[in-house]
Structure formats: structure tokens, C-alpha cells
């Protein structure tokens, strides 16, 4: 919260999504995995082409939930199946990668049907990341409530612009900065892409729901004290 009050008394609606973007973009994700994967695999314009697919799914996104944030976190049990879906898919995910682990000399995104169109790979995997729903209302109710961020389309559209440019460059740098880091150590990746995977989607399913019991057991709670 302190990079949005920083940012926000500039009254600069581009670069605060632009900050706000870029710091939730840089961190390791499946998404940012197989970014690289597709860099390394396919090159720069299928990384491209994949970067692109994700920003169109997040510009659809950014522009209905500011129209519906408040409404959205009020949702508890739409909330409660956003985050039960988020669970089974990535836990569904790893198990897929788990029961594969046997292929770790052929292991390759591009012999993935889909990943032969690296933009609907993007459209598809971000279409189906459905936490980003509650996560961008949040951001949006924190910013309106507090003014940081005025309620006009203009304003909002410039926020836009500036949170899909961070997410653009926070891909960019982590699938080149990781290609630079692999081809320097020599590294050959497609032996390890499988374990890799599993463990990446079994770990974040395991911290979906470790987030998922403490924010319902707070739930159960204040309901208890607010009825005594």
C-alpha cells in the first residue's frame, strides 16, 4: 500500500496501474514458466504473440471489473467457487504433469497441441484464471474508496493502459532475463520443464488452499463475534 499512496499523490492513473501491473507480473507463475518455455522453444515472436494473448485477456478483464468491484467482493460465494476452481485447476494441472514425469527427455511445451498458437495458449490459460477477478476488484475498490484513482472512464482507460504495459514488461523481463540465465550456465531445460511444472502447479495449489482455509476460518470467526 505504500507504492500506492507513493505514486498516487502524483495523481498519475498511468503509472500507478503501470507499478501495480509490473509487481504482480514479475514474480515466478505458471504464466511467466511457460512464457519462457514458448521464448526459448519457439522464439521472440511467439513469446510475443503469448505476451499479447495474456494483456487481451487482462484489457477484457480491467475494463468490466471497474464497472463491478464493488458488487464483486460483496459475492462471498461466487468468491468461494473462484477459489474452489482455482484450486482444482492447478491442482488438476499438476497431477496432469505428475502422471507425465516419465518424459523428462521429451519434455517440451510445443508438443502441446494448442502451443502451436502461442496466442490462443495465452487466451486459454488466462481466460481460465479467474482469481485475477477478485484480485483486480479489490485493487479497484481500495483505489476508488480512497481516491487514489477518480471514477472517469478517461482516468480509468489511462490505468489501463499503464497496468497492461507492466504486465507486458514484467513477462518481457522475466522470460529474457531466465533465457539469458539458461543459455550462460547451459542449462538444457527441456530435461527438467516436466518437474518443474508439477511442482510449480501442485505448490501454488497448495497455496491457493492454505489461503483459502485462513480467509474462510477468519470468516467463520468475525461472523461469530458479530452474532455474540
Known amino acids: 500500500m505504500r507504492l500506492l ?3 498516487s499523490q502524483k495523481n498519475n492513473p498511468l503509472l500507478l496501474g503501470f507499478m501495480i501491473s509490473l509487481i504482480g507480473a514479475i514474480p515466478l507463475g505458471y504464466i511467466n514458466v511457460i512464457s519462457l518455455q514458448i ?3 519457439q522464439g521472440n515472436w511467439a513469446s510475443l504473440l503469448f ?3 495474456i494483456i487481451t485477456v487482462q484489457y477484457f478483464v480491467l475494463q468490466t471489473v471497474n464497472k463491478i468491484a464493488e458488487w464483486l467482493v460483496s ?3 461466487l468468491l468461494l467457487l473462484i477459489d474452489v476452481f482455482t ?3 492447478l491442482l488438476g494441472i499438476g497431477l496432469y504433469f505428475m502422471s507425465d514425469t516419465t518424459n523428462y527427455d521429451s519434455s517440451s511445451i510445443s508438443r502441446f497441441k494448442l502451443a502451436q498458437h502461442p496466442f490462443l495458449l495465452a487466451l486459454f490459460l488466462n481466460g481460465l484464471n479467474f482469481i485475477q477477478w477478485p484480485y483486480w476488484s479489490g485493487i479497484y475498490v481500495y483505489l476508488f474508496r480512497t481516491a ?3 471514477i472517469q472512464k478517461t482516468a480509468n482507460n489511462t490505468f489501463i493502459i499503464g497496468a497492461i504495459l507492466g ?3 514484467g513477462m518481457f523481463l522475466f522470460a529474457h532475463v531466465g533465457q539469458f540465465l539458461i543459455e550462460a550456465n547451459q542449462i538444457k531445460i527441456s530435461t527438467y520443464l516436466t518437474p518443474i511444472l508439477m511442482t510449480l502447479f501442485l505448490l501454488l495449489a497448495l497455496v ?3 489461503k483459502f482455509i485462513l480467509k474462510n476460518n477468519l470468516l467463520l470467526n468475525v461472523k461469530s463475534k458479530i452474532r455474540l
Open 5 to 7: 499512496d507513493k505514486y
Open 39 to 41: 521464448l526459448l522453444e
Open 51 to 53: 505476451i499479447l494473448g
Open 75 to 77: 459475492q462471498q460465494r
Open 87 to 89: 484450486i482444482l485447476f
Open 148 to 150: 487514489k484513482l477518480e
Open 167 to 169: 504486465t507486458c514488461l
Open 208 to 210: 491457493q488452499t492454505v
